[in-house]
């Protein structure tokens, strides 16, 4: 983060031409999208730079801009450590310079303030003597065991070469397998082991950008002497989304495989309906509407063949996607008073109708603002006071209806105040911290819930200070009639399981997902996506529903934090992640400037990042998205598959972010501010990055797929 006009190359007021072998000069001005002039190639050796961002160059409006050579890429060059803001009241007047020492290789620089960044570019530097613009040389050979007729025996081994004499080095090789394969590189000799003719082509680029003639090698693989008669074995199998008739839906996928106790497999062949024999290299993915033959065989490298064999479906097109939210209707009953209250409970019985044709999937209530939770029966309401029940339903195609809200007053023989309760527990059962007990959570005598007067949420200094809290409870409840015996004994049993005041609970931390589905029906999902709760009490999002959208925790706002989760890339096949964490954003619902709920969060508060990708977007993980860039090699990567500890730390401004127990990021958003100018998305710098707010899990899509899983917080 720039916190003046420095640079970590040693700014300093602009020296004679003599003072470097070379001078190299960027300039800047008012647009945002691309620096005012910037070199394209320079020589190795002692370089001074000059970065210009003022009138004279075009800039009339006073924005700043950086300068700053990127240092986490591996493709590039990171030997110089150089970051200059400049702006034109500054006190060099925009104009600065640094000296620094350039290597052979390609640097890349760019803009770091948030909303500029089209403003980069690559600087090539060679050994001397001008641009290069000789392109590499390329060279293979082809190695192994070859017969009479100068066919390579079992396999052949392509090696490949390139030297670079322009200046700038080789950087990478690249090779191709047959005339229409896909470019790779190539980093180990090439093995084919596959009998029959081949070519390999390949070439080379150097880090100036040019690039070889492609070249190429052929040659034939033949088997090994052999006595193997017997073709391979094949079998296939048909995959997909089916009806209640077995026909698949939209599209059916066939899976070939096979097997050569012999010489080995060598190809495999499948053909849809009549068509032609073609290589198989993946499962194939029918779409065709109507009934569909698959042949397949194989051959083995003694040249055995495989009787043909197929495989046959039927594939129907989708039914119309339902796009219907469910009708919802509520009922309250009970005796009411003159007064239009109901006395002593309130029953309120909610239906669901679905005529989009997917069916209701479920109905979900919420009392007196608490979190939805399944509903199951009827209601009963049954504490003094002016209630509100607001519900909802949910179709089979991923529907949910505008939440309705009905209200109502509950008296107890005239109207008795609401009771002092030391806390507000509507769960259905006692729970003590994470532990079930599965006592029902009922209405005592002074009115308060059994779970209230456990004060499970309270920060306990000992586990004994806090059991012996428990049995005073219990024992007066048990006195009262309240609980008996069984009960009693099973929220004991519950307290200690619980392990509330132990060393580990000492910290002060409280956890906001524990694995349970109460726990994670306390959090709510807007936008687009999913998130899934998993049989190992972790949740993954993208499980069911694509999209960009959140899972955020509406109980309560969070000032000062220390924020403790664990998270894993599940991303399929090669991706990695993309998701994030949330902080300090206000109330989604009905948010007066932003119509999408998920998107307050974004505009309003910060995301911290988790991005392992080593391509694709700037900010990687422990990044302040759109405010302050961490790169992979400051974060640190894991391998796919691996819980990583993170912890999120809030003190006024200031923002610390700690992976696996290490330092990766802090930032200071001093005095509210974001960047200058703000970004065309972004409300601005007046204050509605606000000192408290609500969290939530990011999701992207079902392909950038991020597990999390022990969410706990500590209010500082």
Known sequence: MMLGLQSTAGAQPERSAAAAAQVLT??????????????????????????????????????????????????????????????????QGGRHTAEVTLTPGRYFYHCTIPGHGQMQGILVVTEGGGEDTTAPEVSAEVSGARNAQGEYVGSATVTVSATDTGGSGVDRVEYALGDA?????????????????????????????????????????????????????????????????????????????????????????????????????????????????????????????????????????????????????????????????????ARVTVSATDEGGSGVDRIEYSLDGGPYIAYTASVVVDRAGTHSVAYRASDKAGNTSAARTVSFTVVAGGGVPAPNCPEYDERRTVVVGTVDSGVPNRVTDNRCRINELIEDEKEWTSQALFLKHVRTVLDGLFREGVVDQRENDAIRQAARRSGIGTPGQTEGYRTILDGSADSFARWEQVGGGSFGLNPDGSITSGTSKDGLGMLWFPQRKYG????????????????????????????????????????????????????????????????????????????????????NDYEIRVVDQHYSVYRNGLLINEFDNTGGQDFTPPRSDDPGTDGRRFAS???????????????????RIKEL
């Open 693 to 711: 707010g609500y969290l939530g899990l990011q999701v992207h899509s079902t392909t950038d797929v991020v597990s999390y899983r022990d969410i």
């Open 181 to 345: 394969g896909a470019w790779q590189p190539y980093t180990t000799p090439v093995v084919v082991d596959q009998v029959g003719s081949h070519r390999v082509r390949y070439r080379a680029l150097d880090k100036a950008g040019n690039v070889s003639a492609e070249k190429s090698a052929a040659f034939t693989v033949v088997a090994p002497p052999s006595d193997d008669t017997a073709p391979p074995e094949t079998s296939a199998t048909v995959s997909g989304e089916r009806n209640a008739d077995g026909t698949y839906i939209d599209m059916a996928t066939v899976t070939v495989s096979a097997s050569d106790t012999g010489s080995g497999v060598n190809t495999i062949e499948y053909a849809v309906d009549s068509g032609a024999w073609q290589p198989y290299t993946a499962p194939v993915m029918v779409h065709q509407v109507g009934t569909h033959a698959v042949r397949y065989r194989a051959t083995d490298r003694a040249g055995n063949v495989s009787a043909d064999k197929r495989v046959e479906f039927t594939v129907a097109a989708a039914p119309p996607r339902d796009t219907t939210a469910p009708v919802t209707g509520v009922g309250v009953d009970g005796t009411r008073n003159s007064a239009g209250a109901y006395v002593g409970n």
């Open 26 to 91: 960027w300039t800047a001005g008012d647009d945002i999208t691309a620096y005012g002039s910037a070199p394209t190639t320079a020589v190795a050796g002692t370089t001074t730079i000059v970065f210009e961002n003022s009138a004279a160059t075009g800039n009339t409006t006073g924005m700043p801009h950086t300068l700053t050579f990127g240092t986490s890429d591996p493709e590039y060059n990171d030997d110089v450590q150089l970051n200059i803001l400049a702006n034109p009241n500054d006190d």
């Open 560 to 643: 000062d934090f220390s924020l403790r989760l664990q998270w894993r890339d599940d991303a399929p096949g090669t991706g990695n992640a993309n998701s994030g964490v949330f902080v300090r954003f206000p109330w989604v619902h009905d948010h007066p400037e932003e119509p999408q709920p998920e998107w307050a969060a974004i505009k309003y508060g910060h995301e911290v990042q988790v991005l392992d990708r080593p391509d694709g977007d700037m900010y990687k993980t422990g990044s302040v998205y759109g405010f302050d860039r961490v790169g992979l090699a400051g974060a640190g990567v894991t391998q796919k598959g691996t819980w």
